[in-house]
């Protein structure tokens, strides 16, 4: 399985950017997506998750009400839409496919990811 995140760039404070993660070599739909992202020097950090079959999602308390992940399994792809972009949310973001089938609950630990796409640079200047 292979992931492609895109969508990164600079922007201002208050901007809105939306990401994307296209999937391919698998079956997307049996498996929760999450993303994540990091700054040099700095662990990997959860930021959403949402559930194979898209009906359930989590968010990190820093993005939650800001940013929302959705998916579309006809396009293999899962979105993450982030609004009033802040300095703090500078980093690479990654997406991230489940490492079980059909899990009900979205994961927010990075263990419990199997497959990670390349990353996409998203800077936020004040």
């Known amino acids: 399985v292979q992931l492609q995140a895109s969508g990164g760039g600079l922007v201002q404070a208050g901007a809105s950017l939306r990401l994307s993660c296209a999937a391919s070599?698998?079956?997307?739909?049996?498996?929760?997506m999450g993303w994540f992202r990091q700054t040099p020097g700095s662990f990997r950090e959860f930021v959403a998750a949402?559930?194979?079959?898209?009906?359930?999602?989590y968010y990190a308390n820093s993005v939650k009400g800001r940013f929302t992940i959705s998916r579309d399994n006809a396009k293999n792809t899962v979105y993450l839409e982030m609004n009033s972009l802040k300095p703090e949310d500078t980093a690479v973001y990654y997406c991230?496919?489940?490492?079980?089938?059909?899990?009900?609950?979205?994961?927010?630990?990075?263990?419990?990811?199997?497959?990670w796409g390349q990353g996409t640079l998203v800077t936020v200047s004040s």
């Open positions: 949402v559930n194979y079959n898209g009906e359930s999602t």
């Open positions: 991230a496919s489940d490492i079980l089938e059909r899990r009900v609950t979205p994961a927010s630990l990075p263990t419990s990811y199997t497959v």
């Open positions: 070599g698998r079956t997307f739909s049996s498996y929760g």
